[in-house]
């Protein structure tokens, strides 16, 4: 039987064909489709300054709206304590210091009370994760900085299309960005995009991108085909005999094989070369065609995770992902607490099923940032959860095959 990866790409049917007709009429790199790519975004939105603002990362949207924000060097921003590494470690390249907040357990995201208590006379912004798909309770972090001036800049990698009492997440705030990475909600293959709310702050944000060069056409090829490399391995045959094997043998072992599947951490001043680069044509191109698919992906996103919320919400001692009222959730990851998390890895890996420990990194913990703050258990505790793989192009007997293996697995645990 075939294994389950964790991660799948959300790919639009036709993008082969895109590609082909971008590069047949020579609009690999510029063409007329980054433009209809962003009013598309904006409509999306519903208004602001949308830019595209990289090649291969989301992380530079962030840099360039740091920078555009013109937030004085050395003022402090807050970060969630669980957030990807990379975002604060792009504040610090922007020359602020990241201050580290708690998160709240229960939803992952950043926690109001614990932005307020981060904030000194030197706090300049607020940066947000909007983490699995859920966004932050933002009406209290809002306040608080009004309250204290600060800037909101809200990450929005993981939560294209999540609603906050009737609001697009990505819209709350003085600015946002968006990842395009293969595993994210919308993907381009790699890029990055910049939402401001004010035009001055936005006329700045689109002079560093003017200043970025065009990639070449090999380059933008190789983004395509690093994309097609990934869909490659996680696809069920190919997944289940290669990366698979180690999984399952190292299930015996302490050893941990995935860690080699991310991304180095290492300070990013001075800048990795391949850092610049401009969104290219082909990208956007695909990318309209996935924006237009986006409300089916994340309908089917959702519909897998209420299979689970059914399967798995009865179980004692397991906690499903919660969702406040007034939030709508995207389900980037769907993240449960578990009794032993990673005995249930273990045992679903044995299954074929690529349940993972959570990911995410505990900022507070990692040696890169030093951090010397007050602890955040939040943030501990949310490192114990397990994500189950719900992506969109799972099929629903996928679904059902997880759902069952899963609830098998936990209920063998509850009795032991
Ligand atoms: C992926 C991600 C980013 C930025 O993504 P890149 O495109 O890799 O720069 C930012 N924040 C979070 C939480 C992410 O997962």
Known sequence: MAAIARYGMRMVPDSAEIIRQCRERGQLVEGPHVAQFESEFTRLLGGGHVMAASLEYGRMALLKVLKALQI?????????????WVVPEITRVAGLQPVFADIDPATFTLSPAAVERAITPRTRAVLPTHLYGLACDMDPILALAKKHDLKVIE??????????????????????????????PLNTFGGGLAWVRDADVAQRVAEYIAAEPLPTEKRVEKVLSAGWWQRTFIRPTVFTYSLFPLWYLASFTNVKPDRYLWEKVQRLDPQPPHYGGKFSNVQAAVGLAALARLPEFIERTRRHAKVFDGMLGDIPGVAIPRIPEGQTHVYYQYCPYV????????????????????????????????????????????????????YESLADHEIERIGRTVREELLKQAKR
């Open 155 to 184: 990450d929005c990698a993981h939560s294209l299309g999540a609603t906050y009492k009737g609001r697009m997440v990505g819209t709350l705030g003085d600015a946002s960005f968006f990842s395009f990475q293969a595993f994210k």
């Open 72 to 84: 004085p060097a050395g003022s402090e921003i807050i970060v969630p304590a669980l957030t990807f």
């Open 339 to 390: 009794p032993d998390s990673a005995g249930l890895v273990r045992r679903c890996i044995r299954r074929g099923i690529d349940v993972a420990p959570m990911h995410v990194d505990v900022c507070t913990r990692m040696e890169i940032f030093g951090w010397k703050g007050p602890a955040t258990p939040g943030a501990e505790k949310a490192a114990t959860s397990v994500q189950v793989p719900v």
